[in-house]
């Protein structure tokens, strides 16, 4: 299973919105419902901010929503913070190999 | 409130095998739903997916590393052990133990261990 696709890199300024893109296939992203994404700060363990696509845990802000189209699955952050500026990954499950799980290979988002 | 810790050797040689446990509280993995994965991050790297097992005994393995990969739970003690064989300088990374989310459609590992650093070298 090849790991999903993101971006290196995002960048955007304080009070704006960025989204994330997460790309993959008809056998992960394109499969259900089947997206979860995660914000790691630096030294830290992930967090997840998203699952199933577009569901918040609580106590996750409602400035982060996900949403997808076919086989990319995206993530928006509104209002960006200082705070924001973390690595933030995307996460399938993969029918290709008997519901295993695959990442993609992260987007270093910078607040300027 | 779920916890869960990594605990294992932190220096190991090549070609030997890397035994780690993760020790959790706040869930029990003989519910319905839970589940425990391994996920590691080399250096300034991507995160990695290894394992999951989940409370009905179902195990999965990241295809490219299953023949060196064997993760099993006991439930009185509150453990999953993942053991890799034939250990290689490139496994060389943070090891998360994860809870996954009852009931989910993604992998939506909701709590996270520390994570422990497992160097590999002679």
């Known amino acids: 299973q090849s790991a999903l696709t993101q971006p290196a890199s995002v960048s955007g300024s304080p009070g704006q919105s960025i989204t994330f893109s997460c790309t993959g296939t008809?056998?992960?992203?394109?499969?259900?419902?089947?997206v979860s994404w995660f914000q790691q700060h630096p030294g830290k363990a992930p967090k997840l901010l998203i699952y199933?696509?577009?569901n918040r845990p609580s106590g996750v802000s409602n400035r982060f929503s996900g949403s997808k189209s076919g086989n990319t699955a995206s993530l928006t952050i509104s209002g960006l913070q200082a705070e924001d500026e973390a690595d933030y990954y995307c996460?399938?499950?993969?029918?290709?190999?008997?519901?295993?799980?695959?990442f993609g290979g992260g987007t270093r988002l910078t607040v300027l | 409130q779920i916890t869960l810790k990594e605990s294992g050797p932190t220096l190991v040689k090549p070609t030997q095998t890397l035994t780690l446990t993760c020790t959790f509280s706040?869930?029990?993995?003989?519910?319905?739903?839970?589940?425990v994965g391994w996920i590691r991050q080399p250096p300034g790297k991507a995160l990695e997916w290894l394992a999951l097992?989940?409370?009905?005994?179902?195990?999965r393995y990241s295809p490219s590393l299953k023949s060196r990969l064997t993760i099993t739970k006991d439930t009185s003690k509150n453990q999953v052990v993942l053991t890799m064989t034939n250990i290689d300088p490139v496994d060389t990374a943070t090891y998360y133990c994860?809870?996954?989310?009852?009931?989910?459609?993604?992998?939506?590992?909701?709590?996270w261990g520390q994570g422990t650093l497992v160097t590999v070298s002679s």
């Open positions: 008809s056998s992960d992203v394109g499969d259900y419902n089947s």
């Open positions: 097992i989940y409370w009905d005994d179902d195990e």
């Open positions: 199933d696509v577009s």
């Open positions: 994860a809870h996954r989310r009852r009931y989910c459609s993604s992998p939506a590992f909701d709590c």
């Open positions: 996460s399938s499950y993969s029918s290709s190999s008997v519901r295993g799980v695959v």
């Open positions: 706040g869930f029990s993995l003989n519910t319905s739903g839970v589940g």
